[in-house]
């Protein structure tokens, strides 16, 4: 139990700390990813949306620090104290005041350091050595391998490793799986808004492999238009016909999970509020920051003033609109202000191919047991990273016995 486990720094626990390559590589078309701060979400690591290095440069920069599965990248600067685990058949760069750590396995065992380093006591380290910055608060990589941590017996993080790795492969399960029906959505939305796959089709005299109701829907020809050949009987417009874009507003306070209503800001949901400002299901676009990302909620929101939302002018499914404001540059909509931010007017002037509204419509409906099962999937990893994160202290402390831990996920994994 906890009060038999010793506590020991990382350095006595043979745990090492990597310093990345203070330097920036050059970024490329394509390549290997250059690991940076934004990159770290919840433990994991996200490359998506990480900018592309060169070969030559990848192999340069990992000459000193070249990550390896179970490594935990740990953050110094901005968020000082988060940590993402490195996973297996991943390939990155380290980026700037970012630090690899790694266990030996002689008294930590390595898929261990993963929860370790996300425990209280973790936390508590992390306050006791971070330097109050006048910009950024930050660690030193001097003090990090002094952060004294209690270290179960090494059979005890075996154990534990694995019942919250159960958890936590589970919630990767769900979110692989939306990554995949949201290809699906987005393969579909450009098949028919993008390419007009459909209307190809019936203009060469074939079928399509839809239902009746549906095929009929789409023309067989197209008409020119001042943004070129689009199918007869579409809109060519601007977005200022079709919505306007609301201001969000201040607000004050608002918390990780209590409150009946979702929060937005500029890069998507921040928390949740009992305030409502935007009473249907819609689109938020960033205002304000260097990225400013498109985002859609599938109930009621309260949207902040670094942000805007979606109003229509005219009958329109705002979940199409969503997909085909996915595909604009919205970042360069920029008001030339000292902070960058969206410009209302630049907006409105971005040119749109408006489908009509039953075609809107038929989009919506067919891909509807996508979204449902998204956002099932959605509920079951809040479900299981609140009881993960609920498990988390209390095994690491000893509070509570692995075995009863194990129960607790078999019930529910």
Known sequence: MAGEWQKATLRAADVTLI???????????????????PQLHDGRLDLGEARRISREHFLEWTRKAKPFANDVVLSRRCNPGETAVVS??????????LVL???????????????????????????????????????????????????????????????????????ELNRRMNETLE????????SWFVDFDPVHT???????????????????EFELSPLGPIPSGWQATRWGTLVTLEYGKSLSEYSGGAGTFPVFGTNG???????????HAGVIIGRKGAYRGVH??????????????????????????????????INSMDSGSAIPSTSREDFYSIPVVAPPADVQNAFVQLLAPCWHRQDANDREANVLAALRDTLLPKLITGELRVKAAEKIVEAVA
Not at 132 to 137: H, I, K, T
Not at 203 to 215: F, I, K, T, Y
């Open 19 to 37: 310093d990345c390559d203070h330097r920036t590589p050059p970024a490329a078309d394509s390549g290997y990813p250059y690991l940076a701060i």
């Open 88 to 97: 297996r058949d991943v390939e990155f760069a380290l980026g700037q005041n």
């Open 101 to 171: 750590l790694r266990a030996s396995g002689r008294v930590v065992y390595p898929p261990f350091l993963r929860w370790l380093v996300r425990s209280p006591d973790w936390w508590g380290q992390v306050g006791r050595f971070i330097n109050v910055g006048a910009v950024f608060d930050s660690l030193k990589c001097a003090d990090i391998p002094k952060f004294e941590l209690p270290i179960p017996p090494l059979d005890d993080q075996r154990a534990i490793a694995h019942v919250l790795g159960t958890l936590d492969d589970k919630i």
């Open 183 to 190: 290809a699906m959505a987005r393969a579909l939305f450009k």
């Open 202 to 220: 019936k203009a060469r005299g074939g079928s399509l492999n839809l239902s009746p109701a549906v095929a009929g829907l789409f023309p067989s």
């Open 269 to 279: 949901r921040i928390g949740s509020h009992n305030e409502l400002l935007c009473k």
């Open 296 to 329: 859609y909620c599938n109930s009621p929101f309260f949207v902040i003033d670094t942000a805007f939302y979606v109003e229509p002018i005219v009958p329109l499914e705002l979940r199409w609109a969503y997909y085909e404001l996915l595909r604009q540059d």
